[in-house]
């Protein structure tokens, strides 16, 4: 009978359990939701969450309270507008990388750029403290230890164009705590394509490997920004989809025969989405 009563409270403590993190992760869910249907945001940049499932890709990624997150090459800050009012919200901190500052040789243009970006995300009752870090081939180290999630968005081909792969993700390696995630969503290229890096895909093997070999250990795939329609083999690459919609090389006139109907139909790149974590131990 004590037996029985014991395997009784054993079930009810799991299902307890069980029961806790579901609503913990339903929290979480909402939290997020919060923000991305922010009025914050632009019509515009909630016109693509039909192609980026924020919701859903942050929610694989684990994205929840108090974190503190670091978001790399944020360009105008699509991400930014979600995961800097979360970390708000949840009592996380929010960092993004920008031009490095202290390289001598910085061009005025990306100066300008990073105070554009500062400037967009100013606003402390919308976006809480947004961190910006320097970032570039001669910046210091991002700091050790410090970044619970560090999301890569569609930066991984021109790390690889670059010839910075591995620099950069030994630094994020470096710059995470134990357990951490780092988060990436990719233009994701045919599995046999001739080269790993073309028109701005990558196969996903290229980046797994590359993510490995800096000690990362993948942690989940998702199909959830899968896109079937993306057959991969533009003019112009993968800017010839939206949102870039390039349409002509070199700031040419469009071709007359030049269907940009047809790739407007495609809609946004098929992306791999992928979870790493560094090791606890």
Same mark, same amino acid.
């Not at 924020?54 to 699509?78: N, R």
């Not at 979600?82 to 061009?107: C, H, K, M, Q, V």
């Given at each position: ?83 800097? &009012? ?12 920008? *031009? ?10 990306? =100066? ?9 995300? *100013?606003? &402390? ?12 081939? @001669? ?12 999301? $890569? $968005? ?23 705590? &134990? ?8 233009? =994701?290229?045919? &599995? ?20 490995? @070999?800096?000690?990362? @250990? ?26 870039? =919609? ?9 071709? $007359?025969?030049?269907?940009? $109907? ?20």
């Amino acid at each position: 009978m004590k037996f029985r009563n014991l395997l009784a409270g054993v079930a009810i403590g799991a299902l307890t359990f069980a029961a806790a993190q579901a609503a913990h992760h339903e929290k979480d869910t909402k939290s997020i939701e919060a923000a991305v249907a922010g009025d914050w945001r632009k019509p515009e940049a909630k016109a693509r969450d039909a192609d980026r499932h924020p919701v859903e890709a942050l929610s694989f990624w684990g994205l929840h309270p108090k974190m503190t997150v670091l978001e790399l090459q944020p360009g105008g800050g699509w991400w930014t507008e979600i995961l800097a &009012p979360y970390a708000r919200l949840t009592g996380g901190e929010f960092y993004a990388t920008g *031009a490095d500052l202290a390289d001598p040789g910085l061009s005025e243009n990306a =100066r300008k750029g990073r105070q554009a970006f500062e400037a967009k995300f *100013a606003d &402390p009752a919308v976006y809480g403290k947004v961190n910006v870090v320097n970032w570039g081939a @001669k910046a210091a180290p991002l700091p050790a230890n410090k970044f619970d999630l560090v999301l $890569a $968005a569609r930066v991984f081909h021109g790390w690889a164009n670059g010839g910075t792969v591995d620099a950069n993700l030994k630094n994020i390696y470096n710059s995470l705590k &134990p357990g951490g995630v780092l988060a990436i969503e990719q233009h =994701r290229g045919k &599995p046999d394509q001739k080269d790993a890096v073309a028109g701005g895909y990558v196969t996903e093997q290229t980046v797994i490997d590359a993510a490995t @070999k800096a000690g990362f @250990k993948l942690d989940g795939k998702s199909e959830v920004n899968a896109n079937p329609k993306d057959t991969k083999d533009h003019p112009f690459g993968v800017w010839t989809l939206p949102p870039t =919609r390039q349409s002509s090389a070199n700031n040419q006139p469009v071709a $007359a025969d030049f269907d940009r $109907a047809k790739y407007d139909a495609i809609g946004e790149s098929d992306r791999m989405t992928l979870k790493f974590v560094k090791p606890k131990t």
